[in-house]
């Protein structure tokens, strides 16, 4: 008989504790950001939108956390792969539309088991960047 | 000089303790939900899916918060009005599609002034509003 | 620290199994069908389009698959919650469109755990759900 | 009388038989893989993702297949014309949506016939390729 594959998956409790870590850089940084968190089949499990931030990073947040996911990859290194000239140009018009720039992330076990997501946007992107490593490493700290 | 509207809208923390209620409605129902919160322009300020409940539902509590949002109206008082026959067959197919079935509420302030909605769905239409119900009172408390 | 959930997943090898048993019972049935696996998180694993079996089924099927994995439900079930009048009326306009009719099931072990799906379309939704459990049983066989 | 056109089609067998010589392949190179194969209108016949290959690589191994056969060329030849300057600059989004990096193939017959396509994604674009053309190869061998 055939074996089912052992897998872990995000809970809630982490993915808040992700989301809070977030916005706590975020408010460090002195910005205000949209954050997302998937699962690991990509699905969101928690988000917010700081008040004041912009609209236009709900879909983006969402968009970069569920490009992490789908490729194992923080978002910026499949951007530097997709350019005009690269090996993967064009790879956004994949899966409805990825998210390329910086601030998606993986969030992984200690053994490198990827459990989760995370995608924040509402500022530069060396800002939203920072944000998501805030969020991800407190996911699992 | 025309002057500006005025307007209220739901703040982060409005929208963190309507999904909290609602979440604590649905640990006291034995139910796990998918829980939506939107502004009062219906764009999504909150979120989260309780542990183990269906992915189904990610789409459904947002869109049931946004329907709620779009008409100032509980979902399911614009299915009643949606049904084979009825004034507003087939409203479903518009704005990129509805959810007309319970579970979906505006927020309101005590005067009256809508400044967001929440949608659950993860259980019977039945608890799925018991939890709204519950998200939407506590947020404005 | 928050702790992250343990889950099942279908393997490859369970979704092929699953695959050969639905297209094992057409040939019985006499019958020939599209029949697509997905994960517990509604992801293609595996799919056959047997020789002859419609086009239009290659769609359905994957809907099918993803409808029974979304809320955990045989989609003959939903189909008779979201008839005019019923409880989950217009349900099938959510997560980009869902199927409703019987062929779609979850496969799950044998404590109930869900770890995939499986959709058959090609015949008659009778014909479509037998082969469905061929190949829902033949996985966790 | 007019006369109708002779075709040829790839049969289920022949698909089988290519994402299994595909996967083997990508076993070969240590890489894991999502496998699809079209027939010759671009429609899914076979499909198969490998354990642990990435979620992201389901859209782009059907769609490097649909490419394929859109245009009876290599994804990379099309992508070779498709850059900034190149004389099919942005055809990426025509046809709901192309991918035009390596990885996916015509499969042909002897005599040149086009009977279907193969797209595989999960590593690099050369491993890609590399199993996409075992897959084609064997289809028929």
Redesign the interface.
Known sequence: ?????????????????AVQAAAAKAVELGVTMDIAVV?????????????GAW?GS?DIAQRKAR?A????FPTGAVGQLSQ??G?????E????G?ITFPGGLPIA?ADG?V?GGIGVSGSTVEDDHACAEAGAAA???
Do not use: C, W
């Open positions: 008989m055939a074996e089912a594959l052992a897998t872990r998956e995000i809970s809630l409790a982490q993915a808040t504790t699962d690991s089949g990509g699905h969101l499990k928690a988000f917010a939108r700081m008040d609209l709900i490009t996911i789908l490729f194992h005009p000239g090996p993967l140009y064009g790879i018009l994949s899966n409805g990825l076990l088991t459990i996911a699992v700290a």
